[in-house]
């Protein structure tokens, strides 16, 4: 069981200001049912003096992120855009008295969902994540996401990068890479990860029926998920792809490779079949 | 205001120590403290009550006193089992278990993959969460050293064909070992009729205190010892025995057998009532498993929208135990290996929560649990941004 705060267990149990907001002008969301929680922040802001007024939410999560969101909006209303975008992580965390340190995450989505609700009023566009920079494919944390977290928190570990921004908790693909960022950032020198070589494509008929079974049993079923799948390469048994919409940012991207789309092929082409996830 | 009552559902985690075990054991804190290897008397009689305990827990699976080796725990029977064949046997270089055995069989099988040299063949499972035994057929091979598959699964309650896969094991001429933490005590076990060769056994999911297990291993079966030392267990186990404890599993054993046909009524009749009152309320709600083929105390449902670690504070709240496959109860990021081996989606996979009954469950412990549920899952679905009426 978390050791939680008596007020981290208070404002789970009596969130404050939970639910829609109706006359709400800037709303920003974070999170997904894949990754395991979401948030949805509500704002009406005054126009003239650009003071958040009202401030709801609806939290999908565990107790810590209910609290946090709840933490989150007693803690903008009554500041101005600017002076609520100044308020961090930290001082959402130390409003309920501290987060379990594998929580931190609950309280970087309050500050995201925050973000994204002022850029939404601004009209601003969210910043894309471009494919290239993503770290973390299981949670979709960002190279950048993961360098700030560490500046600003002192993070020293990869636990301590995960407690704070989910990155590396999934797959444990990244961690190899949180490492190396971590030694940059922190001043020691590692030596570079060996470059992965290219596939080369070979086998035309199994490449076809890969492809087959990709397009015709496996897409239309991650679609429904509003996922998608593309094949990037075959390389004898080795089959390259990409995982694309929900499934791209989905906290169990591996797990979806693994038991659907591993599974599949090896049933329907070939037992050896191993998925990888195109770089 | 509904008065609270303390409702415990968590039995698959660990269960209450029966009052008749638990009476079992005292004497072998107190005056019956001997060893049971020494030649005078106080070890004498203390070597009395260990043959029948050993006598009992044989009994629960129709196998000769002398195939069980008593051990701490369920994990340490699965750890001998796994390493003790493989040691024995250093030819073969493949081993085989499925996407959804406790981590006490996974990770070792892992372990020896990644650190052995073993090539491993994880068998996955369907939606239901049942094995594809065409499948086992398959993958097995002169090759193979081992394979472990659960007698019944930890989470779902699902039951697999332990039986058939025994025989399937016995044709390829595998080595076969059955986890059965879950399934000893709830479903009769003949391993007279059942040709496993290895299974493990918990004792506190069987209501003795935790710090006990045992390990059948089929006479005939070529397997080095886990703990070198002594002369106990046979030779197989070295250390001195763990006196109260083994006393306490004997009895436990025998409470079991003579609960099992209670088991699989006044249980499974509690399960079903609880299942049906929840579904019957709640909306946006699914079983995970398999409903035609499960122990008879398990039921494991997903509620759609909202996570599992919020639902079961709730519950605590209200006094209510049970458990959660939701990533966030188990400090990883990611929800329960079982349930994404069944590929549970995730809108209700973060949701899921297991109810696990004992023997000890009660009628009006069910009908509160029916009562207090529906408001925690509308309560939180409320907070979703996810649910819509």
């Known amino acids: 069981m978390w050791d939680y705060t008596k007020s981290v267990i208070d ?174 950032e922190n001043g020691s020198i590692v030596e570079q990860q060996v470059e992965q070589k290219k596939p080369k494509m070979t086998n035309i008929a199994r490449m076809k029926l890969v492809s087959k079974v990709i397009d015709e049993e496996i897409a239309p079923m991650l679609r429904k998920d509003g996922g998608d799948i593309e094949l990037v390469d ?46 | 205001m509904q008065e609270k009552m303390q409702v415990y559902l968590d039995n698959n985690a660990t269960c209450m120590v029966s009052p008749g075990v638990k009476d079992a054991m005292m ?21 009395k009550h260990l043959v029948i305990a050993r006598e009992k827990v044989a009994a629960m699976f129709n196998v000769d006193p002398d195939e069980i080796v008593f051990t701490s725990c369920g994990s340490e029977s699965n750890n001998h089992a796994i390493r003790g064949v493989l040691e024995s046997n250093k030819e073969k270089k493949h081993i085989v278990t499925t996407k959804v055995e406790h981590p006490a069989v996974l990770n070792v099988y892992r372990f020896l993959a990644k650190n052995k040299g073993y090539k491993i063949t994880e068998l996955g499972v369907n939606k239901q969460g049942d094995l594809n035994l065409d499948e086992l057929k398959t993958v097995l091979s002169p090759d193979t050293a081992l394979l472990s598959v659960m007698a019944a699964n930890n989470e779902t309650g699902n039951i697999f064909p332990i039986k058939e896969i025994a025989e399937i094991a016995k044709e390829k001429n595998v080595v076969f070992h059955t986890d059965a933490v879950q399934a000893a005590g709830k479903i009769p076990l003949d391993l007279k009729k059942i040709p496993v060769d290895l299974l493990s056994l918990s004792g506190h999911k069987l209501h003795t205190p935790k710090g006990i297990g045992a390990l059948y291993i089929r006479r005939g079966t070529a397997i080095t010892p886990f703990i070198i030392g002594g002369h106990q267990e046979n030779g197989r186990r070295g250390g ?61 449902i ?81 907070l979703s941004p996810f649910y819509e009426e």
């Open chain 2, 302 to 382: 997903g509620f759609e929208f909202i996570e599992g670690e919020a639902i079961l504070l709730h519950l605590s709240k209200a006094g209510i135990a049970a458990s959660s496959g939701s990533a966030c109860t188990s400090g990883s990021l990611e929800p329960s290996h079982v349930l994404m081996a069944m590929g549970v989606p995730f809108t209700y996979a973060h949701g899921s929560v297991r109810f696990s009954l004992s023997r000890f469950t009660t009628e009006a412990e069910i009908d509160y649990t029916i009562k207090i549920v529906p408001d925690v899952i509308k309560n939180l679905r409320e």
């Open chain 1, 11 to 184: 404002h789970f149990e009596h969130p404050r200001n939970a639910g829609k907001l109706k006359d709400a002008n800037a709303v920003g969301q974070v999170g997904s049912l894949a990754c395991g929680d979401a948030l949805k922040l509500f704002l009406k802001v005054d126009p003239e003096t650009e003071k958040i007024e009202k401030a709801k939410f609806l939290t999908f999560g565990c107790a810590s992120a209910i609290a946090s969101a709840s933490a989150l909006t007693e803690l903008v209303v009554g500041k101005t855009l600017d002076e609520a975008l100044a308020v961090t992580n930290e001082e959402i965390a130390a409003f309920l008295g501290g987060l379990p340190k594998q929580k931190m995450h609950c309280s970087v989505m309050g500050k995201e969902a925050l973000e994204a609700a002022i850029a939404n009023y601004r009209g601003q566009s969210v910043e894309e994540h471009k494919e290239q920079e993503v770290l973390c494919k299981c949670f979709w944390v960002d190279e950048e996401k993961v360098r700030e977290n560490i500046r600003k928190h002192g993070l020293k570990t990869v636990e301590e990068v995960t407690a704070y921004t989910k990155a590396g908790g999934g797959c444990g693909n990244c961690i190899g890479d949180i490492k190396r960022i971590l030694a940059e």
């Open chain 2, 240 to 300: 001195t025995e763990n006196v109260p404890y083994i006393i306490g599993l004997g009895k436990a054993c025998e409470e079991a057998v003579a609960h099992m046909n209670e088991e699989a009524g006044h249980v499974s009749k509690l399960r079903d009532k609880l299942e049906a009152g929840l579904r019957s309320v709640i909306t946006h709600t699914y079983i995970n498993g398999n409903p035609l083929s499960r122990l008879p105390n398990t039921t494991n």
């Open chain 2, 27 to 47: 004497p072998f804190f107190g005056e019956l403290y001997g060893n049971p290897s020494s030649m005078h008397n106080f070890g004498g009689q203390v070597a």
């Open chain 1, 234 to 279: 075959v390389d004898n048994t080795d089959v390259y792809v990409k995982l694309r919409g929900a499934c791209a940012r989905c906290a169990n991207a591996k797990a979806t490779l693994k038991h659907i789309v591993e599974a599949k092929l090896r049933e329907s082409v070939d037992e050896d079949i191993k998925i990888i996830e195109a770089e």
